[in-house]
């Protein structure tokens, strides 16, 4: 089994910055891709930013320029600084990972894995 779990979540004031953590273990030498996702209320679950095991990256265009995913794979851990804050960033945000494993007879499978969360608030 793979575990993820968030820290770095707190309240802060517009403009302000965070910076999340997410740690990856038990059977997780198999995480490839990562990515950071979080959901407001009332709102779906959506994609903040996605980082591949070489370190490309993706993000989605509210937080373009204003957050930075990155990660270490030596120590199986993965960030995402936020910075410049906004109240419409408020959320819980979410460490996901992609599992692939290759199996005789099966090819490459995936599983996914998501932490618990992390509550995120900034007020205006």
């Known amino acids: 089994q793979v575990q993820l779990e968030e820290s770095g979540g707190g309240l802060v004031q517009a403009g302000g910055s965070l910076k999340l953590s997410c740690e990856h273990s038990?059977?997780?030498?198999?995480?490839?891709?990562m990515g950071w996702y979080r959901q407001a209320p009332g709102k779906e679950r959506e994609l903040v930013a996605g980082?591949?095991?070489?370190?490309?990256?993706n993000y989605a265009d509210s937080v373009k320029g204003r957050f930075t995913i990155s990660r270490d794979n030596a120590k199986k851990m993965m960030y995402l600084q936020m910075n410049s804050l906004k109240p419409e960033d408020t959320a819980v945000y979410y460490c996901h990972g992609v599992c692939t494993q290759y199996k005789v007879g099966y090819g490459h499978l995936t599983d996914d894995y998501w932490g618990r969360g992390t509550q995120v608030s900034v007020s205006s």
């Open positions: 980082i591949s095991y070489s370190g490309a990256t």
């Open positions: 038990g059977d997780s030498d198999c995480i490839s891709v």
